[in-house]
């Protein structure tokens, strides 16, 4: 079985040296150049009908699918999977595939229907910020399918730019979910329309009003809606303003939703926020797009925002542009459209 993948797989590299007599133990140990027999053979064997005792040739079709199974379980071997270069466009979300339904049109300011304002759609037994439930809205829908075939994989182009994505902002692949949007725009709104808010809780923002999408979901949903300045993110002027406002007595928990942006004219924010916000009990999007995928790196490993925004070039296209990447912390939010329906 090995000699039917190695051509596909291996590249050609010098041996190690061993001439100036050196032990083998003591060289230096290369990159993965050949994905091991062993994670073959378990990939093959999650195929129906077949199991780890399982040996034969390799057809292109069972290959494609030991890539994608590489790609996704064990991303070390990623450089040695080939994916090809597409149109990044092909990967985001289609906004006619989700039809909006009379309870969706009520939740959307983009439509004239209006009803009664929004209640609380999570329970008050939950003691923290995990499991939110999200208001059925396309993003609920996306995550829920999601979340509920974790063994079917997706394309090769698209894990890769998932992994990108992911790396770029430091955050491991199992706790979140990586969504592709045509444009900022499109991705606030999933964001505006499937958050909770109702009367009672907050809405806080830094984001500018000419970008801010999810501001005039909060609004129509009767949340309180705090315009806070960009001056309060510099932790050497007013921070203590923005702390004060996060420890505002609120009946809710979760309190509500923070959004900022982690750089506003060339101006790098901290991360501390999000840490600061979380331990007051608030969600927190962090609006990372003006930094450069791939060269602005960013370390949220120990802050663990519930919503980022990122920018890919989408360099396939026939006219290069920018795709809007949203990323979504599983722990934060349930993902169970019958829970949704039961508050309703």
Request: charged content about 25%; glycine content about 6%; aromatic content about 10%.
């Amino acid at each position: 079985m090995e000699g039917e993948y190695k051509p596909a797989l291996s590249a050609s590299i010098p041996k190690s040296p061993t001439e100036n007599g050196r032990p083998s133990s003591m060289v230096i140990k290369k990159a993965h150049t050949l994905i091991p027999a062993h994670i073959v053979a378990e990939a093959i064997s999650t195929l129906h009908g077949l199991d780890l005792r399982w040996s034969g040739p390799i057809t292109p079709t069972e290959m494609q699918y030991v890539e994608q199974y590489v790609l996704a379980k064990y991303p070390q071997y990623a450089g040695l999977v080939e994916g090809e270069k597409v149109d990044l466009s092909s990967l985001c979300i289609n906004e006619e595939s989700s039809e909006t339904g009379p309870d969706d049109r009520r939740k959307s300011p983009r439509n004239g229907f209006r009803s009664e304002p929004s209640t609380p759609s999570f329970g008050s037994n939950l003691p923290d910020l995990d499991r939110t439930q999200l208001e059925p809205s396309r993003l609920l829908d996306i995550l829920t399918k999601k979340s509920s075939f974790p063994g079917s994989f997706i394309s090769i182009p698209e894990i890769q730019a998932r992994n990108k994505v992911l790396k770029h902002c430091g955050l491991p692949d199992d706790e979140y979910l990586v969504l592709f949007t045509p444009n900022y725009r499109d991705a606030m709104m999933l964001v505006g329309e499937s958050y909770p808010f109702f009367r009672g809780n907050f809405y806080m923002t830094i984001i500018g009003e000419e970008l801010d999408y999810v501001r005039e979901f909060a609004s129509f949903k009767e949340s309180k809606v705090i315009l806070a300045p960009e001056a309060w993110l510099d932790l050497r002027i007013k921070g203590s303003q923005l702390s004060q406002y996060f420890r505002r007595k609120c009946k809710h928990t979760p309190k509500g939703l923070f959004s900022y942006p982690a750089e506003i004219n060339g101006t790098r924010y901290s991360m501390h926020w999000i840490s600061e916000a979380h331990r007051n009990s608030w969600h927190v999007l962090l609006d990372a797009t003006a930094l450069v995928v791939g060269e602005d790196r960013l370390n949220l490993a120990l802050h663990r925002p519930d919503f980022v925004l990122c920018n890919l070039d989408n360099t396939q296209n026939a006219q290069p542009s920018k795709i809007t990447c949203l990323l979504i912390r599983k722990k934060s939010f349930d993902t169970s459209t019958s829970s949704a329906h039961a508050h309703e």
